[in-house]
Nanobody, 124 residues
């Protein structure tokens, strides 16, 4: 197993959640890792990305200033802190790794080559 997400759950609008993604070492080290959300019946959309080599990050405009992606090299884990959550952000959230262009910080899901199983976030 390469990527494992956790931390999803139910929260009221305006609340916060922190998602975790544990990656295998060969996936984590000096690669691009991203968070994506998928609403029912829709395609996955990029939320945030981080390059674990130097911590550079990038966010979708809709979450900038509310969501924060961080890393913990000691346990090969990235996090997504989500603040001021909105009901329309109810979705399955996925962690993914881009080992081909790790510095790109892309939010295009098709460029990621490893995916986790997802964790559900429900905002009511």
């Amino acid at each position: 197993v390469q990527l494992v997400e956790s931390g999803g759950g139910s929260v009221q609008a305006g609340g916060s959640l922190k998602l975790s993604c544990v990656a295998s070492q060969n996936i984590y080290s000096r690669n691009g890792l991203g968070w994506f959300c998928q609403l029912p019946g829709k395609e996955r959309e990029g939320v945030a990305a981080i390059y674990t080599g130097n911590g550079a990050d990038h966010y979708d405009a809709s979450v900038k200033g509310r969501f924060f992606v961080t890393q913990d090299d000691a346990i090969s884990t990235i996090y997504l802190r989500m603040n001021d959550l909105k009901p329309e952000e109810t979705a399955m959230y996925y962690c993914a790794a881009d080992t081909h262009y790790p510095c790109s910080l892309t939010l295009v899901g098709g460029l990621y080559n490893y995916w986790g199983q997802g964790t559900q976030v429900t905002v009511s």
